[in-house]
């Protein structure tokens, strides 16, 4: 099982970006679907997350200027990013709950970080 991210680069304040994460090999099936971010000398934070069934979860400092959606049948998962402010700045990571073939259990998964530069 892997997860690749997409999207990211440098925008200006008030611009958007979109992110996307798909999720690929041996899945049974996915539960949840979302993005982390981390900046140097931080600890990765919650940026949302969205279930399968389409149920949302914000960070308060994202909310009404992110939004996720999802794909089930191609296992993505999308991030809108509008209104950005420098603070945004940071790597993004993607994340899922997968339960791969074979297993009985969910795990986490992560894709690679993708860069995201909002210059003030």
């Known amino acids: 099982v892997q997860l690749q991210a997409y999207g990211g680069g440098l925008v200006q304040a008030g611009g958007s970006l979109r992110l996307s994460c798909a999720a690929s090999?041996?899945?049974?099936?996915?539960?949840?679907m979302g993005w982390y971010r981390q900046t140097p000398g931080n600890e990765r934070e919650m940026v949302g997350l969205i279930s399968t069934g389409g149920v949302t979860n914000y960070a308060d400092s994202n909310k009404g200027r992110f939004t996720l959606s999802i794909d089930n049948a191609k296992n993505t998962v999308w991030l809108q990013m509008n209104s950005l402010k420098p603070e945004d700045t940071a790597v993004y990571y993607c994340s899922a709950d997968i339960r791969a073939d074979g297993r009985i259990y969910y795990r986490t998964y992560w894709g690679q970080g993708t860069q995201v530069t909002v210059s003030s």
């Open positions: 090999g041996n899945i049974f099936s996915i539960n949840i």
